[in-house]
């Protein structure tokens, strides 16, 4: 059985004054564990303190996202083979978010912001049917299939340097959620989401955003690229 050092970030905003590192030596791993996995053995076996989300452990509902060797990810797929093991197994809570206890953060403000483009169906009040809307086949993009993949996990807000200079801004997710809603057939909005866009300043800020999605959503091909063209 193969051992590594892992570090896991510890920080109570109520006791601490800074997050620090604990370090836990000579952990026993496999290669085909996930960072969740070791996670999991950490508080069973060595200090049941340690503070984690998680809940499906099949990247479906983002709780796990957290920093694996200061690299935001979802714990849950990110395999032991898949990291460089020579070196210790750092992790740490998202960064721009408050930290709740950990590696829990509070993603309250991300979701604030996000309400500001209206990330639901606003549908043509005249055209509403009586009972289910009726959508055709084709009209499900591969593309509509792959933003709705989101999972509002808070990783490409975490990568965000412009968060980081600026609470304020409004997190790249909106611009996801934006680009699904426009091609649904069922929402009403269209081009004025895309002069909503400009208003809060996300298209400016588009250029900023590089983070790997774990679902596979390129930020700039898949959302920030085809809204641009459309404003
Ligand atoms: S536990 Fe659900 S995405 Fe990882």
Same mark, same amino acid.
């Given at each position: 059985m193969k051992t590594i050092q892992v570090n896991v970030?510890?920080?109570?905003?109520?006791?601490?004054?800074?997050?620090?590192l604990q370090c836990f030596n000579d952990i026993a791993y496999d290669d085909n564990d996930s960072v969740l996995d070791i996670l999991l053995k950490l508080k069973e076996e060595y200090d049941?303190?340690i503070?984690f989300?998680y809940?499906?452990k099949?990247?479906?509902?983002?709780?796990c996202?957290m920093?694996i060797n200061?690299?935001?990810r979802h714990a849950c797929v990110t395999k032991m083979r898949d990291l460089d093991t020579t070196a210790p197994l750092t992790i740490?809570?998202?960064?721009?978010?408050?930290?709740?206890?950990?590696l829990?953060?509070?993603?309250?403000?991300?979701?604030?912001?996000?309400?500001?483009?209206?990330?639901?169906?606003?549908? %043509?009040?005249?055209?509403?049917? =009586?009972?289910?809307?009726? &959508?055709? !086949?084709? @009209?499900?993009?591969? #593309?509509?299939? $792959?933003?709705?993949?989101?999972?509002?996990?808070?990783?490409?807000?975490? %990568?965000?340097?412009?968060?980081? =200079?600026?609470?304020?801004? &409004?997190? !790249?997710? @909106?611009?996801?959620? #934006?680009?699904? $809603?426009?091609?649904?057939?069922?929402?009403?909005?269209?081009?004025?989401?895309?002069?909503?866009?400009?208003?809060?300043?996300?298209?400016?800020?588009?250029?900023?955003?590089?983070?790997?999605?774990?679902?596979?959503?390129?930020?700039?091909?898949?959302?920030?690229?085809?809204?641009?063209?459309?404003?």
């Open positions: 970030s510890r920080y109570n905003p109520e006791t601490d004054t800074a997050p620090v049941s303190s503070t989300r809940s499906c099949c990247t479906i509902c983002g709780s996202a920093r200061d690299e935001a740490e809570a998202l960064k721009n978010f408050p930290v709740i206890k950990d829990v953060v509070d993603l309250q403000p991300m979701i604030d912001t996000l309400r500001s483009v209206s990330p639901w169906i606003v549908a %043509d009040q005249k055209n509403v049917p =009586e009972k289910e809307y009726l &959508i055709k !086949p084709e @009209a499900i993009t591969d #593309t509509l299939q $792959l933003l709705d993949k989101c999972t509002i996990c808070g990783i490409c807000h975490s %990568d965000s340097s412009a968060i980081a =200079e600026d609470a304020r801004v &409004i997190t !790249p997710i @909106a611009m996801v959620k #934006t680009r699904k $809603l426009m091609l649904d057939p069922r929402d009403n909005l269209r081009e004025e989401r895309v002069k909503q866009l400009a208003e809060l300043g996300l298209l400016k800020h588009s250029d900023e955003w590089n983070t790997t999605c774990p679902k596979g959503i390129d930020l700039a091909s898949d959302v920030t690229l085809p809204l641009k063209q459309h404003g």
